[in-house]
């Protein structure tokens, strides 16, 4: 029987920069993987938004500025 394996998938850099940042500034427990929970603040989940800043509100603002930082490098042509 074939065991299935997880692939890592690799974003550009500007994209891994901020999760990992992203993954740093997180310090809370959460059902999901730091990196899951930064794809989902990057692209503007009102949800995980709305538990984020309630679990990490000493770094809540932080974690908003490296968000704000990708979206406009892209908006920006990166």
Do not use: C
Request: proline share 1%.
């Amino acid at each position: 029987m074939l065991e299935a394996r997880a692939v890592p998938f690799k974003y550009d850099d500007i994209l891994e920069g901020a999760l990992a940042r992203i993954g740093d500034l997180l310090k809370s427990d959460y059902a999901v993987s730091k990196r899951s929970l930064g794809l989902l603040l990057l692209q503007r989940d009102r949800e995980v938004e709305e538990q984020v800043s309630q679990q990490e509100a000493e770094n809540y603002g932080a974690i908003q500025e490296v968000v704000s930082q990708a979206i406009a490098s892209y908006r920006e042509g990166k």
